[in-house]
């Protein structure tokens, strides 16, 4: 690798830096606050849900029950979406029930929507012509998205973190090298 294109790659991560630093945007409430959204959308829309019952659905956390969002940050968020008028609140206080409003469950309601439309469409186009159905490969198509995504943010917050340097970032191992190792160890050997 040049120079040149090394210098390329750093003036890249470092305006990535710069445009999602705390300082610039609230990145972590945003992300929260469409986190609880997304929750509240699958809740019980009507009735509403209450912070405890939305944490004792588990969509709040990792696997194993670990909160990956804490009690505080999720009542913040609810805070910051009423106050906007993202959601209704009513009840006593402590025992809140939360709901959405109405416009905003329409819009996320669409977005899904347009967005699992969208979805089967590039499946379909990915796997046209594969050997069975392309709706065979949706599940392991988002599975594999899902990891190839998660791995890459979960490197990017470390380098924005300070965690990792960008020579450590350039020197991971390339999708392509992922995939082959990804797909050596999920065929099966005759």
């Known amino acids: ?11 890249i ?15 972590k409430e945003t992300a929260i606050d469409k986190i609880v959204e ?26 194993g029950e670990v909160p990956a969002i804490s009690h505080l940050d999720t009542e913040n968020s609810l805070k910051r979406l009423a106050e906007s008028g993202r959601l209704v609140a ?22 899904q929507r347009l967005t699992e439309g969208r979805f089967t469409r590039v499946v379909g186009r990915l796997f046209r012509n594969a050997g069975e159905s392309p709706t065979a490969y949706s599940v392991p198509f988002l599975e594999c998205l899902c990891l190839v995504f998660s791995r ?4 990017y917050v470390r380098l924005i973190k300070g965690e ?8 991971l191992p390339s999708r ?8 050596r160890h999920s065929l099966p050997v005759h």
């Open 176 to 183: 392509p090298d992922t995939f082959t190792r990804r797909q």
């Open 13 to 27: 991560l470092f305006s990535a830096r710069m445009q999602f630093a705390p300082e610039v945007q609230p990145v």
């Open 152 to 155: 890459l943010s979960e490197t």
């Open 38 to 63: 997304q929750n509240l959308l699958l809740a019980d829309c009507t009735k509403g849900v209450t912070l405890q019952e939305m944490e004792k659905q588990g969509a709040l956390c990792f696997s």
């Open 1 to 11: 690798m040049g120079i040149d294109e090394i210098t390329q790659k750093r003036a």
């Open 164 to 171: 990792i340097e960008t020579d450590e970032l350039l020197s």
């Open 90 to 111: 009513h009840g006593e206080r402590g025992q809140e029930k939360y709901r959405l409003s109405e416009p905003v469950l329409n819009e996320l309601w669409e977005t």
